[in-house]
């Protein structure tokens, strides 16, 4: 899966995009950003804030509570 960072986001990532292969259990949107926040700490402090982050799965805007199986791509942005 394919994860893209826009505006902030990337600056503060240092990063446009990554590829990540997440386990079986990260099944929402909330659940992946919570999932790469405990891989990367610079991740973690760029969301800290959830709710000023918004997604995308495969360009389509969701709720954190959205579901991500078979995703392609999930987009995070700030609002």
Do not use: C, Q
């Amino acid at each position: 899966m394919k994860i893209l960072y826009f505006a902030w986001l990337r600056e503060r990532l240092n990063r446009g995009e990554e590829e990540v292969s997440p386990p079986a259990e990260v099944a929402t949107v909330a659940d992946l950003i919570d999932w790469l926040a405990t891989r990367d700490e610079a991740f973690a402090l760029a969301v800290e804030k959830r709710s000023l982050i918004k997604a995308a799965v495969d360009a389509k805007l969701v709720a954190h509570t959205a579901p991500i199986a078979g995703a392609k791509v999930v987009a995070l942005f700030p609002r």
